[in-house]
């Protein structure tokens, strides 16, 4: 294992009914002004939602200003409003109702309140440069598990005048609480909920593909979510509404994500930055980009460590290895992976998602442009990557 | 899965020489005046790791006071003389060096400076009654994994006076920052780190024998737990020096005991309840004192819930379990577990540990007394619990 740093310092607060406590949980940083921050979505109101959170937040006493109208990709101008009304309001506690770019807004926001300058400065300074120390608390409570930002500390805002997509970070920007309610996500369609489970598996496949040795615990402990996953994947599409499975799975999400089975390991992320390049084209859903990106990239590197892979399909898919040539092995657990992601109705091809190989210089060259290589397992330069691509058509 | 609250709020600061990181960690909280408690073994001189310690501490420029003379089972006269120290001193931090006691002590010494009362006013009220809100902050260097105090909000101290063992916590009692250096682990003693592995393995039992229905997760990741437990164990006891199976070690510590595994279902813990009365005969080390009663009690609960048994012993020992009797595998899972312990070298009979049965009637009433029945997956009144006894004889 290699030395790290693990905490998580946000309560997080699962479970049925749980959005009704925001009020009384707020209540108890001893504030009375809160700023309740939410999507323009239709679902907060026809579910009734927004209306119960309204009443925990005044029936606990507390005064409360709304601000809305957020939308996917986040902006700073929203921020700055954002930040005006709570200065206005004289707002001591921010609420997030959403998901990754409603808290995203409200990180923000925190952050520009007691910050003297423009709230952009954070992010144009990226993070780590300019880390947020002093911010207003906030809490979240959660309507769809995906970017993990209920429980980290950073944000991503887009600079519509300046097209600039940057994002800020700091200790100050970790949620004092995130509700997680899985009764909230069984209205997810069909689609995004298998989007979901996939974009859950390959957030543990990007930690569990290492160079890093002796890394057994959390191995083991991978391995226990990968199945789990592929048991409670396939149910949960016939079974949408059932709590257990919803309740498993939003669970997952946030264990997947927070680096329970993260720590000690140097981690990839190839996967997921090639597959930012696929969305930046046609606006497939992130967890239907990153499966794509999954399948070739497995197909790619397989043979980089050969015993890994064969571990993986033994522990996870129940593969037979004795007397087994390790490469058939492997082989076998990327199809079963790809064959995963099929039945999840996921497509495993660019050419399903209308993409062909006159994309690929560019796709490439973009995925590679801040570092020259990416990933860790193996380091991947555009030529590497194009390769992928292609394996991915 | 049911409702449950999460987070881990101490920075786990893991890995080699992370000690000497102490005085920069201290030092980040803006603090000047630092209170160092340790115990009082040969340990850490011979070690060098106190000198390790003190340099960092004034290396970053901190004035430091320090205290010792700390035992097994902390007394609150050191506490009292730590809470009169810290404030004549002027402290503003305190630096825990060493195991629970050690940890447990400066918790006290933290909640009691701030206080205008005595300290045990605290404790005298127990857990939930008297909660510590305000309390110096607090830092550990944990030399010995066990108790799991680096990173809970609670510790336990007796009045030798009063003859009183209680326990205190709050959310002021979080450790900071907590430094787990497996390094320090290596020179353990052959006992006592086999000991410490069988009581990782008795916390995941605790959490893993529930009543509780879908709980897919956390069941999969104890079982990865468990079965990690099992492979570095005996490896450990072959090649104690062995950083990676100490870290491994350390981190399984850590996690079994800090509910990453426990979230979401209804917990037992009975067999420790058990455990105590052994140890308050005979001064048993604690992790064989809880490995007689887990076998014991395996062998009493099994049939409550075969299936759960059965899912235990496929999926930790890969029992066969396709056309055989439940209960046949059942009890071949509990009699894999006891052989796992005695190949520890543990004892796992009362009667190894010279307990014969003239003690049960009073052990029973006394692990009963404060809430008449223990346990929860089966709750056990005395005349169970004596039966339990029998069956470690």
């Not at 959390?218 to 996953?229: Q, R």
């Not at 980089?304 to 037979?320: I, Q, T």
């Not at 007397?323 to 995963?340: I, M, N, Q, S, Y």
Request: negative net charge.
């Amino acid at each position: 294992m290699d030395n790290f740093n693990f905490s998580i310092p946000t309560n997080l607060v699962f479970g049925k009914d749980r959005h009704k406590e925001v009020g009384s949980l707020v209540a108890s940083y001893g504030v009375k002004k809160v700023m309740l921050v939410y999507d323009s979505g239709k679902f907060l109101v026809e579910s009734g939602l927004l209306d119960e959170v309204r009443d925990s937040l005044k029936g606990a006493g507390l005064e409360v200003t709304e601000l809305t109208g957020i939308k996917p990709n986040p902006v700073i101008s929203l921020v700055r409003k954002g930040v005006a009304q709570a200065r206005e309001f004289g707002a001591e506690f921010l609420v997030a109702l959403g998901g990754g770019s409603t808290i995203d807004t409200t990180k923000a926001i925190a952050a520009g309140v007691p910050y003297d300058g423009d709230v952009w400065e954070y992010f144009a300074n990226a993070i780590g440069v300019h880390p947020v120390f002093k911010a207003l608390p906030l809490g979240v409570i959660l309507t769809i598990s995906a970017t993990g930002s209920e429980s980290n500390a950073g944000c991503i805002i887009t600079n519509e005048e300046l097209k600039q997509k940057y994002g800020c970070g700091g200790p100050a920007l970790y949620p004092k609480f995130a509700i997680l309610n899985p009764q909230i996500t069984c209205s997810l369609p069909r689609y995004q909920t298998a989007a979901g489970v996939c974009d859950m598996y390959s957030h543990i496949c990007e930690r569990y593909f290492t160079n890093t040795k002796n890394t057994l615990a959390v191995d083991a402990m991978s391995e226990g979510l990968f199945k789990t996953i592929l048991e409670i994947g396939p149910k949960l599409l016939e079974d949408p509404q059932n709590y257990d499975l919803r309740a498993e799975a939003m669970w997952i999400a946030t264990v997947a994500h927070n680096d329970t089975v993260g720590v000690g390991r140097v981690q990839d992320w190839a996967t997921h930055d090639m597959s930012y390049e696929i969305t930046n084209i046609n606006d497939l859903t992130h967890g239907a980009a990153v499966v794509i990106m999954l399948c070739a990239w497995m197909k790619y590197v397989y043979k980089h460590d050969l015993d890994r892979f064969v571990r993986y399909g033994k522990n996870v898919f129940g593969l037979e290895t004795e007397g087994r040539d390790k490469e058939a092995v492997a082989l076998e657990a990327v199809e079963k992976t790809e064959a995963f992601f099929k039945q999840m109705g996921m497509p495993v091809r660019l050419s399903e998602v209308g993409i062909d190989a006159s994309r690929f210089d560019e796709m490439a060259k973009k995925a590679c442009l801040n570092r020259g290589e990416i990933g860790a397992f193996v380091p991947l330069d555009e030529e590497k990557v194009k390769e992928i691509y292609q394996l991915a058509l």
